[in-house]
């Protein structure tokens, strides 16, 4: 009886492993192509957005390490991985291109536009004026050149304004990235920040902060590109996403994050870097 059961036991085992199905090089249980983003802050949320959406169009999976712009840079670089680096500012890729982390191909999809911005409803009446950043009736916090791309950004507004050192001077203190300068605005710490205009308009955000633009001749808009890595080891999937960034559908992503505004949407294929 019980090599009986033996027997039928083993029967069992070998007709159920039969019906199992076996995977082959073409199955679907091959792994993903996977993709790796280094992605400024401020445009995160359209990245996220888009890269979601390219996620279920073509089956891959994309990662995105966001940051500041500088850190980023350097993070692909010492890591020699990753497929896309999308600073807040042309000035990155301008500045490192030579140094071989980069490749050639790059693509326009909007513009980084600084803005002076304060506690919703403003209850300083804070002007929408430079000067505001030297004035002793209200705390300021500014990003440190050397770390966000909206640090690189204000050494320029303000060296061209002439108050650089002032203004960093009298800073309360001095942050990262664009986030935490809106994280200065909910903890009380600042009643005024210079920072990217677009992180005005995220949820979470454009409940506590206002914006006091800045004419374009004072704070000039900055040129926003996606540029494929040498250490990709997917550059045709990463030149696929760009073209869909640039596509009319990515386009209107860019436009409704505040990245392009009506007549650049309008006029987009003629704009370029």
């Known amino acids: 009886m019980r090599y009986f059961l033996h027997v039928m036991m083993v029967c069992f085992i070998f007709f159920a492993g039969c019906g199992e199905p076996k995977e082959t090089k073409g199955s679907k249980a091959q792994e993903q192509p996977e993709l790796l983003f280094y992605v400024g802050i401020t445009m995160v949320k359209p990245m996220t957005e888009l890269a979601t959406r390219f996620e279920r169009k073509e089956g891959v999976k994309i990662k995105i390490l966001q940051g500041g712009s500088e850190d980023l840079y350097q993070s692909a670089k010492n890591s020699k991985a990753g497929d896309v680096y999308m600073p807040g500012s042309l000035s990155y890729r301008t500045k490192y291109l030579s140094e071989g982390v980069m490749e050639n191909d790059a693509v326009f999809i909007g513009y980084n ?9 403003n209850p300083k009446g804070v002007e929408a004026n430079l000067n505001v950043l030297l004035d002793e009736r209200y705390k300021t916090v500014l990003c440190n050149p050397e770390s966000g791309s909206i640090g690189n950004q204000t050494k320029k507004i303000l060296t061209s304004a002439g108050i650089y050192t ?3 001077a009298k800073a309360v203190y001095l942050t990262t990235d664009s986030r935490n300068l ?71 992503v860019f436009h409704a994050y505040g990245f392009l505004n009506d007549d650049e949407l309008a006029t987009f294929d003629t704009l370029s870097f």
């Open 113 to 121: 536009r600084a803005a002076l911005m304060v506690p919703k409803g």
């Open 166 to 168: 002032e203004a960093m």
């Open 182 to 252: 809106i994280k200065a605005i909910k903890e009380k710490d600042a009643d005024v920040i210079l920072n990217w205009r677009a992180t005005a308009f995220w949820e979470g955000n454009k409940e506590i902060v206002d914006v006091l633009d800045l004419p374009e001749a004072v704070a000039p808009k900055n040129i926003l590109v996606l540029t494929l890595l040498k250490s990709s080891r997917h550059p045709d999937i990463v030149r696929q996403f760009m073209a869909y960034a640039r596509s009319q559908e990515g386009r209107e």
